[in-house]
């Protein structure tokens, strides 16, 4: 780094040295040590961009600086001359430096001839911590430029906002709050914040801060897998369950899960990572044989977009997009069936009836979590001339994560009963390594590109077969892992025997 060149700030730098300033120095003097921005991240950072287009609806006459980031001198100027017209009534992406720190600002409304109001736009549901500290570095950047304000909002999503049909009305869909005092009364260390951040930036090796908690919160920090390259496998950060037995552990120098000693409070579930063993409950074998047959294996995957595209739903409702189902018979027959909805239309009613027709009248339905019965219960209420049949099939439901979670253990697992992490460690051929979507983050982010940005038709096909294929691995992973868990139930009962 040359040292007669400053280093200049923006509030997205800012953020990041509040929550830690070895992520700053990182993402300042060694970029190229993060990791890169997984698809999922990068999707949730386009939908605030798109409520952020969308909110600026709300001020008609506003104008947008359209100099992008790489044009910080242009943008400068752009943004100085509509400040200095009376006739502009709001500034969208306007670009303020004071000091060495430079911010964009979501919305610059005009109040009257000298003052303006500042409001930040995010895709939250509400107003968090993180929000003020944003608008406060903002708020004290703007006021070193020359500009007074008369006040300071947040504007988020309101997720009450029920869509029906039309023009979305925009008054309904945001809600604007004032924080003007909570910025006020945060502002004083805005400018204390920015001495220490950049002292830390002039020094020659970055802060000695221990990677915990703080590395995922407010937001996942890229730098997480550089930090603890060097920490044993067994770290005892990866106990399940709350922080504060870290902490206590960290307290008495204790690394690694093995060295915490006998008299050492744990949970039931650390201990069984701790012991790192296999193990069972009595009623292991009992639980598991309750299924009825045809036993169906339901997986369900939806997408959860900011903006309400369908009349009858609301910022953030899950909206099922496809299900696949494996079917097993008494005779050991397997039947796969799936859906998947490849139009920009309202799936609910299909999905509703395909689901109905897929589990028939009888037999268990083999789940993994909550998911599925919340999802068939929203169906019943979008689609209520089918909602007595849909409660039906929730009452058949048979939830195979509520079995391990309560009744069997796996070393492999690691604290964690996520069927991501369940199914490689009972069923290696099956884990999701292999294929193109192996989340439902994921899923969702590869549904909203094929339906709703129209792709050319070989990439469409591509998206609708890597989607059938996350899903049906799903469902087909239920099924074996009911296989390996009965003929593991049998291999204990006669051990014991």
């Not at 752009?78 to 919305?107: C, K, M, N, Y």
């Not at 944003?134 to 300071?152: F, K, T």
């Not at 919160?217 to 399940?240: A, H, I, M």
Request: proline share 6%; with cysteine.
């Amino acid at each position: 780094m040359n040292p007669q060149s400053p280093i200049r700030l923006s509030k997205s730098k800012f953020l990041s040295g509040l929550q830690c300033l070895k992520r700053l120095y990182l993402e300042i003097h060694t970029p190229e040590l993060a990791s890169k921005v997984d698809p999922v991240r990068k999707a949730i950072m386009e939908m605030g961009t798109e409520v952020g287009v969308m909110a600026r609806k709300r001020f008609p006459q506003g104008v947008l600086v359209q100099e992008t980031y790489r044009q910080t001198s242009a943008a400068l100027r752009r943004t100085s001359e509509l400040v200095q017209d009376p006739s502009i009534h709001a500034i969208f992406e306007g670009a303020f430096e004071w000091q060495g720190t430079l911010v964009r600002v979501d919305v610059l409304e005009r109040v009257d001839a000298l003052s303006w109001k500042l409001i930040e736009v995010k895709s939250t549901a509400k107003v968090k911590a993180i929000h003020i500290h944003d608008l406060a570095v903002q708020a004290q950047v703007l006021l070193g430029a020359g500009i007074q304000l008369a006040g300071m909002s947040l504007m988020h999503l309101n997720t009450r906002y029920l869509y029906e049909g039309g023009p979305l009305d925009l008054e309904a869909l945001f809600v604007v709050a004032d924080v003007t005092e909570s910025v006020q009364e945060r502002a004083p260390q805005v400018a204390v914040q920015l001495i220490e951040m950049r002292r830390i930036l002039s020094e020659p090796v970055p802060p000695t801060i221990a990677p915990d908690s703080h590395c995922h919160s407010p937001y996942e920090c890229q730098f997480w897998e550089n930090c603890t390259k060097e920490k044993p496998p067994r770290w005892v950060y990866v106990l399940p369950g709350k922080r504060q037995t870290f902490y206590d552990l960290q307290d008495k120098g204790i690394e690694t899960i093995d060295e915490i000693p006998e008299d050492f409070h744990l949970t039931i579930l650390q201990q069984r990572m701790k012991d790192n063993v296999e193990w069972m409950s009595d009623e292991f074998s009992t639980i598991l044989r309750t299924v009825e047959y045809p036993i169906h294996h339901l997986d369900f995957e939806m997408f959860m977009p900011a903006i309400p595209p369908y009349p009858g739903t609301r910022p953030y409702r899950p909206i099922p997009i496809q299900w696949s189902n494996h079917i097993e018979y008494e005779d050991g027959t397997i039947q796969h069936e799936s859906y998947l909805c490849t139009d920009p239309k309202d799936p609910r009613e299909e999905i509703a009836h395909s689901v109905l027709a897929t589990v028939r009248q009888s037999g268990t339905i083999c789940v993994y979590s909550e998911n599925e019965r919340h999802i068939l219960l929203s169906l019943g209420d979008s689609v209520p001339s089918l909602k007595s049949s849909l409660v039906a099939v929730v009452e058949r439901l048979w939830d195979l994560f509520w079995v391990l979670q309560n009744h069997y253990y796996h070393p492999g697992f690691a604290g964690s009963f996520s069927i991501k992490t369940v199914l490689p460690a009972l069923v290696p051929s099956l884990s999701y390594d292999n294929l193109d979507v192996q989340n439902g983050a994921m899923a969702s982010v590869i549904y909203r590109k094929m339906v709703f940005e129209e792709p050319d038709l070989i990439e469409r096909s591509r998206m609708a077969t890597a989607m059938l294929e996350y899903c049906a691995r799903d469902t087909q992973g239920m099924l074996k892992l009911r296989h390996v868990l009965l003929e593991k139930s049998k291999q204990a009962a006669t051990n014991t025997n």
